[in-house]
């Protein structure tokens, strides 16, 4: 709990993963994927319960044998591809009818956020009275520095008004969610059903927490980083 109001950590993990088969339970750094973010959960000062959602019994398996709580497999209509994760939130709520004030996901392909980002991002968002948190980190390259590229293989700025600049006192910095810290009060997230809101505010992560595991190079990228 944090100043009285009680906390639910969902950690969905599906079983498919066409990128990076079995992604989730890959042995990353000595421990399956997963097993970063249920750690990192449990080193939570405020965190009161932590629950696994997904649709595979091996994750289910390896969930269970690190204390973790998996009140049942997904039923299949939010086992595939275009079942979202505020799909998922929805019905773990549904599913254990507990009361929980604040609800947070924690993706296991953030295997390098550590509990002290948890924490703080619920520290800041009960300081500050705000009603949802989304970790982001900042971009490598401003908006202004992005291009489309059209049918005959022409540049076209993304943003016509902007012009090219080096100039570091010209670049407006921007972000990007990264992926590690998505925090709602319970009641605002079944109104709104999405952890992007008019009232969303940034959690700031440095770049070397923020690695998203999406395919192999990403999955190498980390693990030097655990190891750097």
């Not at 109001?5 to 079983?15: D, F, N, T, V, Y």
């Not at 970790?135 to 293989?153: A, F, M, Q, R």
């Not at 010209?170 to 990264?178: G, H, R």
């Amino acid at each position: 709990m944090i100043n009285g109001k009680s906390i639910l950590a969902i950690i969905p993990a599906r079983g498919g993963s066409k990128r990076l088969p079995d992604k989730n339970i890959l042995p990353f750094a000595g421990k399956p994927l997963i097993v970063w973010s249920i750690n990192a959960a449990k080193g939570s000062k405020y965190i009161d319960r932590i629950i696994v959602s997904t649709d595979d019994k091996k994750i289910a398996d390896i969930a269970k044998k690190n204390d973790c709580n998996v009140p049942s497999l997904r039923p299949e209509e939010l086992a595939t591809n275009d079942a979202s994760t505020n799909d998922i939130v929805i019905h773990i709520l549904n599913l254990i009818q507990n009361n929980f004030d604040i609800v947070l996901i924690l993706q296991p392909t953030s295997p390098l956020r550590e509990s002290e980002d948890i924490d703080d991002g619920l520290e800041m968002m009960d300081r500050k009275n705000l009603p949802v948190i989304v970790s982001v980190c900042e971009s490598g390259k401003p908006l202004n520095w992005h291009y489309t590229i059209e049918e005959d293989g022409r540049l076209k700025s993304l943003i016509i008004e902007d012009k090219f600049s080096t100039s570091q006192s010209e670049i407006t910095k921007t972000y990007l969610p990264n992926g590690a810290l998505f925090i709602s009060e319970t009641e605002i997230f079944r109104i709104n059903k999405t952890f992007f809101t008019k009232s969303t505010s940034a959690y700031i992560m440095p770049p070397e927490r923020s690695i998203d595991i999406d395919n192999q190079m990403d999955f190498l990228i980390g693990e030097t980083l655990v190891n750097f």
